[in-house]
């Protein structure tokens, strides 16, 4: 199809959601995103961005806005408690401003988006939405914040509702939702003289972190070994110190600068796998078709290549169940390599004992020394060549994009731009309209 007029709901208004909005509206959609939350959220910590991600955010012209508050990291590294690394990998170039890994506050990410959405006309994002049902023929009915329910239909459902999706839940795309047993905990501390840079695998797990290049750390730990899952269950921050500073030294300067316990996040991971990511006129994006363990850093990265590749496919004239089909094929097998080798290495994080950890580190060390290995490893991490897509996404729209990934002179900052960018409080619609435009006028029934 050619998504010239067409009309498409994306379901969920994060990382996942709003690129696929931004880009679906650059084909010619016209975007409407339900987000159940009453605004944007500030929560979430640090996030690792890498080149396949950093390609669809150059390709929409936003990779120099990320890049003023993030600290690009050129490797991972992997070391022992006493801090001798026992993986180290290069990120391989893939083209200019392709060779590094960023590492960003979740919420710069969502503000960069939301800049984005705000300026692009198509888009019209309506917080405090919550989708309650949707039909296979393109109806998406939602509660809105006075709680009437309403119904919008639409060419297209892009289900980018998260790991718990409901788009999901009524849809026929035989899931498979496992919960890994697997908790993390996450946190931003002041500072960044700590040189916490890559991951400790220790007795309790992983423990690792990056500076945000905004003069703060962002900082992960493993949450599931019996000492810390009982300070976790009794919100006991000093205990939560003591449990990882008998395991690794560097924890405790870490640890010390958390304020209170509210201040952490703290998650269980879950697994979803599905048989098909597309139901007649739904299709999942992100979490919603294939939420992974964190290990690999690719669960964001992932969704915000569904969102390009969903547009790539749906932007030709093909029939949009062939477009549909054609995404499927490109998607879930590369995605499903991903799942599979971060759930490997959440696996290899926790190896504990007196000598299984040591052949673990023999073999690490030996894959980091194959080179072509390595860069075969982290090549298949990013599931599409970032340089071709880069090209894709930017070709998507009229807005000429350096081969940095840099924006076009001529895009104004989100600063720069016409108007607040914030529309709070509950049921706050945040969108660009044109200027000719009821910015109330087309929600509802009526579309
Ligand atoms: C400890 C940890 C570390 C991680 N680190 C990284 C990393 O470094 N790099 C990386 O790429 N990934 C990382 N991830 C994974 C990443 O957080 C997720 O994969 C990513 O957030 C998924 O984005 P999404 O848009 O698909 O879903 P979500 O971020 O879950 O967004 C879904 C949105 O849909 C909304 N929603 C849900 N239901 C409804 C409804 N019924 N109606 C309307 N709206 C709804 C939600 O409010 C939410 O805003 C990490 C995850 C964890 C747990």
């Known amino acids: 199809m050619t998504n010239q007029n067409s009309r498409i709901t994306v379901v969920g208004g994060g990382i996942g959601g709003l690129t696929a909005a931004l880009l679906l509206a650059r084909t010619g959609a016209d975007v409407t995103v339900l987000e159940r939350a009453p605004q944007p959220k500030e929560v979430g910590a640090g996030l690792l961005i890498q080149p396949n991600g950093l390609a669809v955010l150059g390709g929409l012209s936003l990779a120099a806005d990320l890049h003023q508050r993030a ?52 888009v019209r994002t309506l917080f405090g939405h ?11 009915t939602y509660r809105d914040p006075d709680g009437t329910h309403q119904t919008l239909r639409a060419d297209l459902v892009v289900g980018a509702d998260g790991a718990g999706s409901q788009i999901r839940a009524v849809g026929a795309f035989r899931p498979t939702v496992r919960g890994s047993r697997a908790t993390y905990i996450r946190g931003i501390i002041p500072g960044d003289d700590l040189g916490l840079e890559g991951e400790y695998w220790t007795p309790l797990g992983v423990f690792g972190g990056a500076r945000l290049g905004d003069g703060t750390t962002y900082f992960y730990a493993a949450g599931d070994a019996a000492g810390v899952a009982a300070a976790l269950a009794q919100r006991d921050l000093p205990a939560l110190r003591r449990v990882w500073a008998d395991a690794l030294a560097p924890s405790t ?23 098909r990511w597309v139901d007649g006129r739904l299709v999942l994006v992100g979490d919603a078709a294939h ?3 964190p290990n690999l850093g690719q669960g964001a990265n992932s969704a915000m290549v569904d969102a390009a590749v969903l547009a790539i496919e749906l932007a030709g004239d093909r029939p949009i169940a062939d477009a549909l089909r054609r995404y499927t094929t490109r998607r879930a097998r590369p995605v499903r390599r991903v799942q599979d080798t971060a759930d490997r290495l959440a696996r290899m994080s926790r190896v504990a004992g007196r000598l299984r950890p040591v052949t673990r580190d023999t073999l690490l060390n030996l894959l980091t020394r194959i080179h072509p290995l390595a860069h075969r490893q982290t090549t298949a991490a990013q599931q599409e060549d970032p340089r071709a897509l880069l090209a894709s996404v930017a070709a998507l729209g009229s807005t000429p994009t350096t081969a940095e990934g840099t924006k076009a002179t001529d895009q104004p900052r989100p600063s720069e731009r016409r108007g607040a960018r914030r529309a709070g409080g ?22």
């Open 71 to 122: 600290h690009p990291i050129g490797g991972a590294v992997v070391r022992s408690p006493a801090g001798v690394p026992i993986l180290h990998t290069r990120m391989p170039d893939y083209g200019p401003g392709l060779d590094h890994t960023l590492a960003v506050r979740r919420s710069h990410l969502l503000t960069v988006l939301l800049g984005a959405v705000e300026a692009a006309p198509a």
């Open 130 to 140: 919550e989708v309650i049902d949707a039909h296979q023929d393109g109806h998406v």
């Open 253 to 275: 300067g870490v640890l010390q600068r958390v304020p209170d316990f509210d201040a952490l996040l703290i998650n269980d991971v879950t697994r979803v796998d599905c048989a």
């Open 291 to 293: 939420a992974m363990a």
């Open 426 to 447: 509950a049921g706050a619609e945040h969108r660009a309209v044109p200027d000719n435009r009821d910015a109330k006028g087309t929600s509802g029934p009526s579309r």
